[in-house]
């Protein structure tokens, strides 16, 4: 059914889309503003996929600004997760003392997603990052642009904007 396959494929790329800007919208020129661009949330220097020290002093920072939660977790890219496996805890401990066991790092949770780069991670908590959706998304289907063609245009439109809260 090509009508289900073009459908899924769009829901993708938004979603994909989606992903991007709550990650790193600018905030202008029509999209929202993402994480990494709100004033106010702490940063860390993560060096090429990060030591375990380094993803500690994140944990570290978030407990001092009083938003330490058992619901936190850490967003890194698929190449810092597959090298975070392998990297030890620390030198000259333990060996196998891997940093990410069990997808987990530091004793919290790993998501990943592309949308990091290899020096980029998130960690909190992100119940307190909200989504919100007006109406549903918008799909318009314009036979005209197209015509002389004999193409058909497909128009996706989902108004959407992100916020930081804390309780």
Not at 23 to 28: A, K, L, Q
Not at 65 to 73: I, P
Not at 123 to 130: H, P
Not at 138 to 153: E, K
């Given at each position: 059914d ?13 979603a ?6 709550g ?6 020129s029509?999209q929202?503003?993402?994480?990494t661009?709100?004033?106010g ?5 993560i060096?090429t996929y990060?030591?375990?020290?380094e ?9 001092v ?9 850490y967003?890194i ?45 998130l ?8 989504v919100?959706?007006?109406s549903?998304l ?16 497909v ?8 916020a930081?809260?804390?309780?």
């Open positions: 090509v009508e289900a396959m073009v459908r899924t494929d769009l829901t993708k790329v938004i994909l889309e989606l992903d991007r800007a990650i790193h919208g600018t905030g202008s029509s929202p503003l993402g994480l661009n709100t004033t949330i702490g940063s860390q220097t060096t990060g030591t375990f020290a993803y500690v002093s994140m944990e570290t920072k978030v407990a600004a009083n938003a330490d939660v058992a619901s936190m977790y967003i890219n698929a190449n810092a997760r597959g090298a975070l496996k392998t990297t030890e805890k620390s030198a000259g401990g333990t060996i196998g003392n891997f940093a990410m066991v069990d997808s987990t790092l530091n004793g919290y949770p790993v998501i990943t997603s592309n949308q990091l780069g290899t020096n980029d991670c960690f909190g908590d992100f119940s307190q990052f909200v919100g959706l007006w549903g918008d799909l318009t289907v314009d036979p005209y642009a197209g015509s002389t063609a004999g193409t058909v245009r128009i996706a439109l989902q108004d959407v904007d992100f930081v809260k804390q309780d």
